[in-house]
C-alpha cells in the first residue's frame, strides 16, 4: 500500500518558550508532552499523538515522518531504498515517543526521513460519534494538521528519483529551466490524493524551506492573517495562491526563523494524475500567481 | 518620544533615529530604508552586516550556527536581532533603497527635534 501521509516534522528552535507559544496559542496546536528540551504538539483535527515536535537549539530541520500502512509495507520499501544506495537504519519501538518502529533514511540531499506505522491513537478534539464540525476551544489560527514539507537540495532531480522509485511518490508539479534541455528546479510529489506530501526545491542540502498545515478556506487564511498580525508573527508573503497547486496560502516565520505556510486548497491527484509543468521564465506566477513575482526571501530563507 | 541615539547606516551613508529597544533592522525600516533580509527571526542569516562602530546585544538569544562566535567576535551582526546599545555605524553588505520618503522625512524631522532640544540650554 501507499505511504499514507507526512506523519511527523521535527525542527530545532533557538527558544523553546517563545516556539511553544507561537505553535500552541498563535496556530493552535495543542502541547500533548513536554520532556527533555522538547515540546510535541497536536492540531485539532489530527488522530495520532503529536506532528510536530519543536527542540530547543538552533534551528532547522531534525527529521520528517512519514506514516506507512504495515510492517510489511515497511519491509518492501526498506529493501528498495536500499537498493537505491540511500542508507538506512532501523529504529525501534519508543525511540521516537509515543511511536512504533520503523526506518530511518538519510536521502541524497542529507535530510533524515523516518518511515514508522504506528503512533498512539489520541483522536481528533471532534471525535468519531456525533461531531461537531470544530472544535468549541479552538484557539489562534487553528490550523487543522500537518500537510507538507518543502525540503532544498542541490541536486532536486536525484531526490525525486528516491521519492518514485522507493516509495512511489509521484510528481504532480514540476518546475524546469527550459522544456527543450529541462532542468529541474522544483518538484512537488504525492503519495496520496493531495497535490504534494513533499516537495524539493534547489537549494542547500539538509536545509528546510518550510512546512504546512492545513486551512479548509480563504475565510480561514485570512483569519490566520489576523491572528499572525495580532501576535507579530514575521511574515513572508500572503495571504495570496500559488500558480504551482493552485494553492491558498500565507507563508511566514516562527520565532526562530523556520518557515511555516498555512494551505488550502489544491486539487485531487492519485495515481493516474498527469504531471504539471512550470518553466523558469512563468516561476513567478507559479510560485505566487497574483503578484507574479517572487519576493526575496522565499528563495533565499532557508534553516 | 525623542530619540537619544542615532544610527549611520553605510554604504548609503544616512543617519537614523534609534528607539530604544528596537534593533538595528527595525530602525532602518522604521526609516522607511530598504535592504535584504529574510526571516526577521533570526533564523536565516541573510541581514547580516557589519558594525562599524557601537555596540550591540541580542536580548533574544541568535543560534550560534547562524551567527558564529568568530563572526560575533569579527563585529558581524544579526541586524534583525542585534539591538544597539549605543550610538552605532553599521555597514549593511545589501543594497539599501529607499522605499518610503514619508517614513524616512518623519524620522529626519525626529533627529532635528532631539537636536534642538539637547541645544536648548
Redesign the interface.
Known sequence: MPVMRLGYVHVRVTDLDAAMNHYSNTLGMKVMHQEGGKVYLKSWDEQDHHSVVIEEGGVGLVKLGYKVTSSDDLAAFEKRIQQFGASTERMSSGENLKTGDGLRVVLPSEHVIELFTDMEYVGTETGTLNPDPWPRDSRGAAVHRLDHALVAADDPALVERFFSECLDFRPAERLVTDPSNPELIGTWMFCGQTPHDIAVIKGPNGKLHHFAYWLDDWNEILKAGDVFSMDDVSIDVGPTRHGITRGKTIYFFDPSGNRNEVFTGGYQTGPDFSTITWTADQVGKGIFYITRELNEAFTTVFT | MTAVQIIRVLPKDVVLPLHSGDSILAAIVRGGLKY?????????G?CKADLISGQVSYP???????LTPEERADRVVLTCRAVPATDCTVQLRSQCRLTSPFLYDIAQRELVGSQDLKGAD
Do not use: K, M, N, Q
Open positions: 535584504l533580509y529574510g526571516c526577521r527571526r533570526g533564523g536565516c541573510v533574544v538569544a541568535v543560534s550560534d550556527t547562524v
